[in-house]
């Protein structure tokens, strides 16, 4: 199951792009082919969206591996950016998910930096970057406290290139997705849930 905003269910008006959870998917069909996979994202959704709108789907199918990927639009659809409001939903979800479906490996994710190729003026900039610094640092927090795995794209080496970025400077390329879908195939087979057969695009 992924839950999540437009970086999990793809950007809008892309309806066949590349989508890094259906990577995932297929690598987990290298080893059992009759995996079914649910992608519940969905464009400029919130955290406390997610919450409201896709977890009661996610719990009903009873998943044995859930990403949450969420966040980013708390900090770029507000001037005055509510980190609070993502924690304490990020909280419940992970706290519901981990009552309801106690067995399922769940993974979250940073955010990366989105503020180098969008256009914005000084001020919005300086917001965007303490916006999503502030979103990471609540992400990693509630993740460690829930025995969440975090992938830290947000402090990934490659996470601010710009070939990770699509053409309008935010949602990921192709090479951003097959990067993205690399690290969490590479988490999980830490974990003896999947062989690691996303390999790394080309430089």
């Known amino acids: 199951m992924a839950l999540g905003d437009s970086f999990t269910a793809g950007a809008p008006g892309d309806p066949g792009g590349a989508r890094w959870p259906d990577e995932v998917a297929n690598a987990l069909r290298e ?12 464009p ?44 304490n939903a ?7 998910l981990r009552t309801r479906c106690s067995a399922a490996t769940i993974i979250t994710a940073t955010a990366p930096l989105v503020s180098d190729y969008i256009r914005l003026g000084a001020r919005s900039r300086k917001r965007v970057e303490r916006g999503v610094a502030a979103l990471n640092d609540a992400t990693r927090s509630i993740a460690a406290r829930h025995g969440v795995l975090c992938l830290d794209w947000g402090a990934h080496a490659t996470a601010r290139q710009r070939e ?35 390999n790394e695009p080309a430089a």
């Open 164 to 198: 990770n970025f699509g053409p309008d400077g935010f949602h990921p390329s192709p090479s951003g997705v097959r990067r993205a879908a690399l690290t969490c195939v590479q988490e999980l087979a830490n974990l003896s849930c999947v062989p690691p057969t996303v």
């Open 31 to 42: 080893g059992a082919p009759d995996v079914e996979y649910h992608n519940l994202g969905e």
């Open 44 to 87: 400029s959704v919130t955290t406390a969206e997610v919450a409201t709108r896709q977890l009661a789907q996610c719990i009903e199918l009873a998943p044995d591996l859930v990403t949450v990927v969420c966040g980013a639009n708390d900090v770029l659809l507000s001037v005055r950016p509510d980190i609070a409001r993502h924690a």
């Open 90 to 96: 990020l909280d419940d979800i992970f706290r519901t």
